[in-house]
């Protein structure tokens, strides 16, 4: 089992920045990639960032590229998401998740609320 704790999401002025954490707990020796994935009211959720398990390969969401950057510490068994230049559309609940053989793990959603 995997538990994952999201923090670091507020109330930011467009063109600004915050920083997303993700703590991981429990078998975290059978994780592979990690992710960020979010939702916003009345949408999908969507896939916002991944990387694997080394920290070697990244992959964006095209409305993310070039603002957001995701990152991890193995030894801290944490993830991040550092957001640039937020526009209001970036508005969203966002979920940490963690994938190992057979299994997906996703934390409790952090509110990002980004005011034009």
């Known amino acids: 089992q995997v538990q994952l704790v999201e923090s670091g999401g507020g109330l930011v002025q467009a063109v600004g920045s915050l920083r997303l954490s993700c703590a991981a707990s429990?078998?975290?020796?059978?994780?592979?990639?990690m992710g960020w994935h979010r939702q916003a009211p009345g949408k999908q959720r969507e896939l916002v960032a991944t990387i694997t398990r080394g920290g070697g390969g990244t992959n964006y969401a095209d409305s993310v590229k070039g603002r957001f950057t995701i990152s991890r510490d193995n030894t801290k068994k944490m993830v991040y998401l550092q957001m640039n230049s937020l526009k209001p559309e970036d508005t969203a609940v966002y979920y940490c998740?963690?994938?190992?053989?057979?299994?997906?793990?996703w934390g409790q959603g952090t509110q990002v609320t980004v005011s034009s």
């Open positions: 429990g078998s975290f020796f059978s994780i592979n990639d």
């Open positions: 998740q963690a994938q190992s053989i057979g299994r997906v793990y």
